[in-house]
């Protein structure tokens, strides 16, 4: 049987838990700083608990850490680790350099429910939910985790499908008694689930990225299933609604395919639906998967098609390709050993 991890516990449950063991509240912050505040990776190293405590501790909880298993090195300095899950399973985490920055993408799911069209994470279907120990552990156990300046939730899974787990991992990451990152150095990005948008908007102040990838419904519903249930329009009436003061951001991700979403068309009703929204629009370069009929634009186009979005006044920029030597697309690396498993 696979004992409960300590960390990945929000303070409140470290809190809940001390109560529970018959230990002083103190030791709930105690705890917080040996998990987030210093480079422990056992309960021997709490120094400042009784060994009575430390060996309650040890009984009851599993330390909670992971270490990756396999990395993967690009040539233009992008490592891709993966990680085992509790169960068995895999998943993926990018460490992305950047002049000076260190960007972390991590995955919020084992697989994906979404389906989109585009997406190797979705075709692997959805194998389970992440903790947030989980996801928390992908920036800990990371040989360059004291010098990441920026986060995303981009990588497997879609995180308002976790939302519980996912604002758990955000407020160990900001708060004070974590690991005092701003939440103006994290991004969450959605496919667009309504109910989870409205929970994150409340409750979370970190970015907000939406995947957008065409501004058409019927074309959106043939990319990404969800549009049915989620209509981008719905979307948009929630984010137009919110006041995105005090520095938060929010941005669209489109992936630009040849022949699909690249035209004219889409440049005019794209400044169309998001007329009123302050926002940014990176365009992504398609990075190929097995089995799909979709291919990336050409340069050309492509760059066309950012200066048509800034001549709207929409501020577009392109994302720039990393790590395509080494199973760039998120999804490949996790199901290549999947297969080989």
Not at 25 to 44: H, N, P, R
Request: glycine share 6%; hydrophobic share 35%; net charge neutral.
């Amino acid at each position: 049987m696979v004992k409960e991890a300590l960390f990945g516990k929000t303070l409140n449950e470290l809190q809940q838990l001390v109560t529970e063991l018959g230990l002083s509240k103190f030791t709930a912050k105690q705890l917080a700083d040996w998990l987030y505040k210093k480079e422990v990776s056992s309960f021997d190293e709490m120094t400042n608990l009784s060994k009575k405590t430390r060996e309650l501790l040890s009984d009851k909880y599993d330390f909670g850490l992971i270490d990756f298993m396999k990395v993967q090195k690009s040539k233009d300095g992008t490592k891709k680790y993966l990680f085992p899950t509790v169960h068995g399973q895999f998943i993926e985490t990018a460490m992305i350099p950047d002049k000076d920055r260190k960007t972390v993408c991590v995955s919020s799911q084992v697989g994906c429910k979404m389906g989109c069209l585009f997406c190797m994470t979705g075709k692997q279907g959805f194998q389970g939910q992440l903790t947030a120990g989980e996801i928390v552990n992908q920036i800990r156990n990371i040989p360059e985790w004291q010098e990441v300046s920026n986060i995303v939730y981009m990588g497997m899974g879609e995180p308002f499908d976790n939302l519980d787990e996912v604002l758990k991992s955000t407020e160990i990451l900001t708060a004070e008694w974590g690991f005092a990152i701003s939440p103006r150095r994290i991004t969450v990005s959605s496919i667009g689930i309504v109910p989870g948008l409205v929970r994150f908007l409340n409750e979370s102040e970190t970015h907000l990225a939406i995947s957008l990838h065409t501004p058409f419904h019927e074309e959106r519903q043939k990319l990404m299933p969800v549009e049915i249930a989620y209509p981008l329009e719905d979307v948009l009436h929630e984010i137009r609604n919110w006041d995105f003061g005090r520095q938060r951001r929010v941005s669209f991700e489109y992936i630009v395919f040849h022949g699909l979403n690249d035209t004219p068309a889409h440049v005019k009703e794209m400044a169309k639906v998001l007329d009123g929204i302050k926002c940014r629009i990176n365009l992504i370069r398609f990075h190929p998967i097995p089995d799909t009929p979709l291919e990336g634009t050409n340069e050309e186009t492509l760059q066309k098609f950012k200066d048509a979005l800034n001549a709207k006044g929409i501020t577009t920029t392109i994302r720039a390709s990393r790590g395509q030597d080494i199973y760039a697309a998120c999804g490949l690396l996790s199901t290549k050993e999947l297969i080989e498993k």
